[in-house]
C-alpha cells in the first residue's frame, strides 16, 4: 500500500513518481507511458502497486490497484493544495528505505479528512500537521520546555525556529513569545487534526510553526507558497 507524494513528467509520456510506503518509506517509481500507463495515479492517491525492483535504478510501475482516489478533496481548491503541501512536506521529511509508519498514518488522517469535508478547513490544521510531521520526523520542537535547560516554560520565553523552539530567555536569544502562544502550539501538536477544521487560530501561530518546518529543512517547500491567501 502507498499514497503518492508526487508525480512528475519524463520525457514525453513516461512519469517518475514518488511514493510512500508505510514499510519503506518513500520510494522512487518509473512509470512508463503509452498504452500501460495506469491511470488515476494522481497526488494524494492511496493504491496498491506492484513494482520491479531494479539494483541501482528507480523501481519500474508494474500494476496499480487503486484503492482510495480521493475525488471529493479535489473539488476544492484549499483542499487540493493542501492535500499537495502535506504530501510534499511528509515526503521531505520521510526517508527511504526505512518504515515510516508514523508519517504514512499522519498523511493518510490528513487526506481522508480532506476528502471528507464539504468546505475548506482553517488555519489550525495546517499549524498542526507542520507541528505533528517535525514530531513523527523525530526533531520535534521544545514547545513545553526549554530547548536547552528542558526546564518548563516560565514568563520569559523565546523563540528560536533554528534552535529548536522555545527556550528560557536566560538561556538563549530568539523572538519574545508569550507563555500562552506555546501553550496553543503544544495543544495543536496534541490535537487530533478532526478537532481542528473549525478552530480559529491566533495571528501568528502558523507563522512559527512554518518556521520551524522551513529551518529544519533549510529551504521552503514549493507547494507552501500555493497556501498563502488561503
Ligand atoms: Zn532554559
Known sequence: MVVVLSASAYGDDDRILKLLCPERGRIGAFQRGGQRKPQGLDVGVRAKVRLRRRQGGLDTLAGVDLED??????????????????????????????????????????????????????????????????????????????????????????????????????????????????????????????????RPLAPGLEPMAADLVRHQLGHELGSRALLVGL
Open 69 to 198: 482516489p480521493r475525488i471529493h478533496l479535489r473539488r476544492g481548491y484549499g483542499r487540493l493544495v493542501l492535500a499537495q503541501y502535506g504530501c510534499e512536506l511528509v515526503g521531505a521529511f520521510s526517508h527511504e528505505e526505512h518504515p515510516e509508519p508514523k508519517l504514512f498514518g499522519l498523511l493518510e488522517t490528513l487526506l481522508l479528512l480532506l476528502d471528507a469535508l464539504e468546505s475548506d478547513p482553517g488555519p489550525a490544521v495546517l499549524a498542526a500537521l507542520e507541528l505533528k510531521v517535525l514530531t513523527f520526523a523525530g526533531v520535534g520542537p521544545a514547545l513545553d520546555r526549554c530547548s536547552v535547560c528542558a526546564g518548563l516554560v516560565d514568563d520569559e520565553m523565546v523563540f528560536d525556529p533554528a534552535a529548536g523552539g522555545a527556550r528560557h530567555a536566560r538561556c538563549g536569544g530568539g523572538a519574545e513569545v508569550a507563555k500562552g502562544a506555546l501553550a496553543q502550539l503544544e495543544d495543536l501538536r496534541r490535537t487530533p487534526l478532526r478537532e481542528l477544521v473549525d
